[in-house]
């Protein structure tokens, strides 16, 4: 059973920073590539970062400059570092990643639970 877990989601003030944290677990054999999406009241989930099991990244423009997304493959973990943080960044953050299992090596798409950012004064 694979699982991913978020963590690091809190409410902070404009012009603020913030780390999430996603671990995956189960009987990994490979993660690809692993993202953050975030999803805001009565707004469609949204592509914030991506990276690769390369290390290429992609970001969402509305993020470019303030967000970066990082991994590490041996603690199976990705981050988020979020700076500069606006109150259009409010939402449930959603980790994502395309991971391939044991005993199957089948290869399928898991998203975490979600965790929340509030961008308030």
């Known amino acids: 059973q694979v699982q991913l877990v978020e963590s690091g989601g809190e409410s902070v003030q404009p012009g603020g920073s913030l780390r999430l944290s996603c671990a995956a677990s189960?009987?990994?054999?490979?993660?690809?590539?692993m993202g953050w999406y975030r999803q805001a009241p009565g707004k469609e989930r949204e592509l914030v970062a991506q990276?690769?099991?390369?290390?290429?990244?992609n970001y969402a423009d509305s993020v470019k400059g303030r967000f970066t997304i990082s991994r590490d493959d041996a603690k199976n973990t990705i981050y988020l570092q979020m700076n500069s943080l606006k109150p259009e960044d409010t939402a449930v953050y959603y980790c994502?990643?395309?991971?391939?299992?044991?005993?199957?090596?089948?290869?399928?798409?898991?998203w975490g639970q979600g965790t929340q950012v509030t961008v308030s004064s």
């Open positions: 994502n990643a395309d991971i391939m299992a044991w005993p199957t090596l089948s290869t399928h798409n898991y």
């Open positions: 189960g009987n990994i054999a490979r993660i690809s590539a």
């Open positions: 990276i690769t099991s390369g290390g290429s990244t």
